[in-house]
C-alpha cells in the first residue's frame, strides 16, 4: 500500500489509494462527485509522520457525526495515513458518503464511505513567508452563511475556488473573506487571527468558515501564555485597526501579515511570540 | 457508445460515459470531486429524446461562463446526450472544470473539463402526483446566501442532502427551503410557484436557489397567456396567504402542492391551466 510512485503526476501527486489500495479513480456515482457531499483533511508529514493526527481525525469524524456519515473506522484511517506517511509530504484525505445507493440527495443510510488519500510532496519551503510574511488582498466573493455547514472542512468549496480565481497581483499570498453579513471568516485555506490592543482574537466559525486545527493549536497556546485571546464576531473595522494580523493552517504553520491591500503592516511581538511557541510542533511534531 | 448494461446497478443507473467513452470512474484528482467545481444537468427523455436539451446547454453553458470553466464543446455534448437517449430514461450529466493540474483552490486555467454521463432508467409515473398533488415539509436548514453561485446548477449540494436528511414523514415528496434572511426559495430539487390574489409568483434567484428550466417554461408560458406573474422576493407570509401553490423541475413539470405542513390547500385553477399549456411538453417534448 506504502508503494510511491517514482514519476508524479503534472499536478505533482506522488501516490493516490481509494479505501486502503493503490487507485487512480473513484466511482462516477460517489456522492463526493455528485454533491461535494464528504469532508476533508490536510495532513503535513514533513518528518514522515502526520502531524497533528489526533486534532485531524477528531475533526473528520466530528464532521461525519454532523453530516450524518456512518461506519467509519478510526483505526482504519489512522493505519492509512501512518502508512501514507512514511515518506515525507503532505496528504490530503477525502472521506465521502461513499456511492449513491439510489438517485436523489436523500442519503439512503445504506452508503459505504469512500476514503482518498493523495500524497503530495512536501511543498517548497515556506520559510520566507513565515518570516517576512505575506501580502494579501480582501476578496470580493462574500462566503454565504450556514450554521448547518459552518466549522467543518467538507468538500463543497465553490466560494474558495472562485475567491482565488479572482483577478489579483501576483504577489498576495491569500485573500481573506467576509461573509454576506459583513463578518471577517477566514482567508481561503487560511485561518486569520487579530491583534488589536494588545488581544488576540480570531473569527467565531459558527456561520461559516472552517474550525481549522493550527487555529485550535494557536488558541490553546495563547490561553496557556496568558495572553488575552478569544473567539469574536468581528467586522471590517477590526481588522482595519489590527496591529498585527497573522493566517494559520496545518502546513503553515503562521504566517505574519505584512501588506493587506495598500496598508502595510509590522510584524508584531504578538505573532512572533506565538510562532515561538508553536516552533517545536512545526519541526519536530510535538509542543511541550 | 450507446451500448446499454442489461444489469442495473443497486443505484438503478443503466449506463454511464465518461468523456465520451463508457467508464464507471473518474480520476481521483478530479476538481469535481474536490471542491465540488462544476456544475450538472437533470435531462428528461422519457420518449428517448432529450426534452428541452436547448434550454438545458444554454444553462449550462451559462454556467461554465461564470465559473470560468473553458473549452466546453456545445456540439460535443450535443452528440453524447443524442446518443445516450436513444433509449428512454433521465439523463444525469456532471460538467466538472476537470482534474486538478496543481495543488490547492486556484484554477490553473490548463484544466480540461470532465463529461460525466449518465443514464436512470425513466422513474415509476409520477402521473398521481400531477393530478393530485404532493404534500411538503418546511426544512429545518436554510439555504446561504451567496450572489455568485445563485442561479447556477452547480455541485455544492450539501445544503440538500441536509434538508432531505432531515427526519421527516414518509407522506411528504419535498422540503421548502428559506434562506438565511428569511426568503423562501426553492424545493430540494424543485421550484416553487405561489398564487396569491390571483398573480403567479416565484422566488428570485439571485441569492441563492436555481433556475430551473421547468420554472423558465412555466414564467414564460404564463406571460404568453396573459396571467400576472413575475419573479419576486417572497417571504414566509406570502406562502401562507397563497391560494395555489406549485412546484417544478424538469422531469415532473408540475406538482400541486395539497398540503405543506398541517395546512391543506386545494389544487386551484392557475395550477390546472398551466398545467394544461405544459402538457403538450410532458406528452410529445414539444410546446406550440
Not at 59 to 84: D, F, K, T
Not at 119 to 128: G, I, K, S, V
Request: some cysteine; charged content about 25%.
Amino acid at each position: 500500500v506504502s508503494v510511491s510512485r517514482p514519476t508524479p503526476a503534472p499536478s505533482g501527486v506522488e501516490a493516490a489509494w481509494v479505501d486502503g489500495l493503490e487507485a487512480a479513480s473513484v466511482k462516477v456515482l460517489d456522492r463526493g462527485l455528485h454533491y461535494g457531499d464528504g469532508l476533508f483533511e490536510t495532513i503535513a508529514c514533513p518528518h514522515a509522520r502526520p502531524r497533528l493526527l489526533e486534532l485531524h481525525l477528531e475533526r473528520l469524524l466530528a464532521g461525519c457525526e454532523r453530516l450524518g456519515i456512518r461506519g467509519v473506522s478510526r483505526p482504519q484511517l489512522e493505519a492509512e495515513i501512518e502508512r501514507a506517511a512514511a515518506v515525507p509530504g503532505l496528504l490530503k484525505l477525502i472521506l465521502t458518503r461513499g456511492s449513491a445507493t439510489a438517485r436523489g440527495y436523500a442519503p439512503h443510510g445504506d452508503e459505504t464511505a469512500t476514503r482518498v488519500l493523495l500524497r503530495y510532496p512536501w511543498p517548497a519551503d515556506d520559510l520566507d513567508a513565515g518570516r517576512d510574511g505575506v501580502s494579501v488582498r480582501i476578496a470580493a466573493l462574500r462566503l454565504g452563511e450556514n450554521p448547518a455547514l459552518a466549522g467543518l472542512k467538507h468538500l463543497n468549496r465553490l466560494e474558495q475556488v472562485l475567491a482565488r480565481a479572482e483577478p489579483h497581483s501576483e504577489s498576495t499570498s491569500e485573500a481573506l473573506l467576509f461573509s454576506s453579513s459583513g463578518a471577517l471568516i477566514s482567508g481561503t485555506m487560511t485561518n486569520v487571527f487579530l491583534v488589536e490592543k494588545g488581544v488576540l482574537s480570531t473569527p467565531r466559525v459558527d456561520l461559516c468558515g472552517v474550525a481549522g486545527v493550527m487555529r485550535r493549536i494557536v488558541l490553546r497556546e495563547a490561553a496557556r501564555a496568558r495572553l488575552a485571546s478569544g473567539e469574536a464576531l468581528l467586522a471590517r473595522e477590526h481588522l482595519e485597526r489590527a496591529e498585527e494580523v497573522f493566517l494559520t493552517n496545518a502546513r503553515i504553520g503562521i504566517w505574519p501579515v505584512r501588506a493587506i491591500g495598500q496598508r502595510v503592516l509590522a510584524v508584531g511581538p504578538v505573532t512572533r511570540e506565538l510562532q515561538r511557541l508553536i516552533a517545536p510542533l512545526l519541526q519536530e511534531g510535538t509542543l511541550g
